[in-house]
Nanobody
Framework: VQLQASGGGSVQAGGSLRLSCAAS????????MGWFRQAPGKEREFVAA????????YYEDSVKGRFIISRDNAKNSINLQMNSLKPEDTAVYYC?????????????????????WGQGTQVTVSS
């Protein structure tokens, strides 16, 4: 299974972007998918994630109320609607998926819990 992210771009502060991540094929073993980001000179950080079954949606505190993660079962994909964007949201955004047992809550925000990664898409927010 491969992940293909799309939807990045440049926008002014306060604007919106929508990222999408599609899996190349449906995998019954995918238990969670999410988004991480990495700004220049910084470590990769968690943004948002959801479990594919059993519920559970998680957000990094700084994006709560601005970003919305959702899933499209028919397209084997997830989306990240990003609203009220700020310059500090500027980063390369990576889609990730976990194949294997459903992750526990504490794992959902850890990049090492995910074993599949997309190529990254640039998001640039200007002030």
């Amino acid at each position: 299974v491969q992940l293909q992210a799309s939807g990045g771009g440049s926008v002014q502060a306060g604007g919106s972007l929508r990222l999408s991540c599609a899996a190349s094929e449906r995998s019954a073993s995918v238990s969670a998918m999410g988004w991480f980001r990495q700004a220049p000179g910084k470590e990769r950080e968690f943004v948002a994630a959801l479990r594919w079954s059993g519920g559970g949606i998680y957000y990094e505190d700084s994006v709560k109320g601005r970003f919305i993660i959702s899933r499209d079962n028919a397209k084997n994909s997830i989306n990240l609607q990003m609203n009220s964007l700020k310059p500090e949201d500027t980063a390369v955004y990576y889609c990730a998926a976990k194949e294997g047992p459903r992750p526990i809550t504490s794992e959902m925000r850890r990049d090492r819990a995910y074993n599949m990664w997309g190529q990254g898409t640039q998001v640039t927010v200007s002030s």
